[in-house]
């Protein structure tokens, strides 16, 4: 089975600007979360989505948001970027129920100037 | 008092050693425990999960886990260099869906 997949792999954006990552989960799997991982701050957990629905939501400002398609592939968003949003955001998806093994991605590298 | 703890190392063991690295969580509501691999500059690869009190082993790798002491670890048998990573401690709470709260991360270096 292929794995997860994560598109930009890099991405260069200036402050201001959006940006919109994308994640293709392992086949078959529904659940897909978006993490972000920086060196102050570790691995943070942004949100889950599961058939379409936001399941669980981090702490993160409203500048953050997500969406899943009925393929279970999933976008995140980042309106208004700030240099501290310069991080590896990764993807991990699940079979679907809670409590599950996750599988990352290779990451999206973002680099906010 | 963060909600996973790990020692940041790096932990130093000889090529050959058993590596032992620790997590302590605070929420004892905790279910699922899982430990992955980072290199750097590469994605988390999962390890291991342990739901239940006791030891898992797989392979070279067994993860223990006691909930009356908040406390997981990982014991790495017959260390070999290729090892040398980072290897993150993370648990699910109960309810919290799939959401993985994640330590800092041991650094561990195997040496020849």
């Known amino acids: 089975k292929a794995g997860v997949t994560q598109t930009p792999r890099y991405l260069i954006k200036t402050r201001g600007q959006q940006v919109t990552l994308s994640c293709s989960p392992i086949?078959?799997?529904?659940?897909v979360s978006w993490y972000q991982q920086t060196p102050g701050q570790g691995l943070q957990f942004l949100f889950e989505?599961?058939?379409?629905?936001?399941?669980n939501k981090g702490n993160f400002p409203g500048r953050f948001s997500g969406r899943q398609f009925s393929n279970s592939r999933s976008e995140m968003n980042v309106s208004t970027l700030e240099l501290g949003d310069s991080a590896l955001y990764l993807c991990?998806?699940?079979?679907?129920?809670?409590?599950?093994?996750?599988?990352f991605g290779p990451g999206t590298r973002l680099l906010v100037l | 008092q963060k909600e996973v703890e790990q020692n940041s190392g790096p932990l130093s063991v000889p090529e050959g050693a058993i590596a032992s690295l620790n997590c302590t969580y605070s929420?004892?509501?905790?279910?699922?425990f899982f430990w992955y691999r980072q290199y750097s500059g590469k994605s988390p690869e999962l390890i291991m999960f342990?739901?239940?009190?006791g030891d898992k082993e797989d392979g070279r790798f067994t993860a223990q886990l006691n909930k009356a002491s908040q406390y997981v670890s990982l014991l790495i048998r017959d260390s070999q260099p290729s090892d040398s990573a980072t290897y993150l401690c993370?648990?699910?709470?109960?309810?919290?869906?799939?959401?993985?709260?994640f330590g800092t991360g041991t650094q561990l270096k195997v040496e020849l």
């Open positions: 989505y599961f058939s379409e629905t936001q399941r």
């Open positions: 991990a998806s699940s079979i679907g129920r809670a409590q599950e093994t996750q599988y």
């Open positions: 929420d004892r509501g905790s279910q699922s």
């Open positions: 342990i739901y239940s009190n």
């Open positions: 993370a648990v699910i709470r109960a309810g919290g869906g799939n959401k993985l709260t």
């Open positions: 086949s078959g799997h529904r659940s």
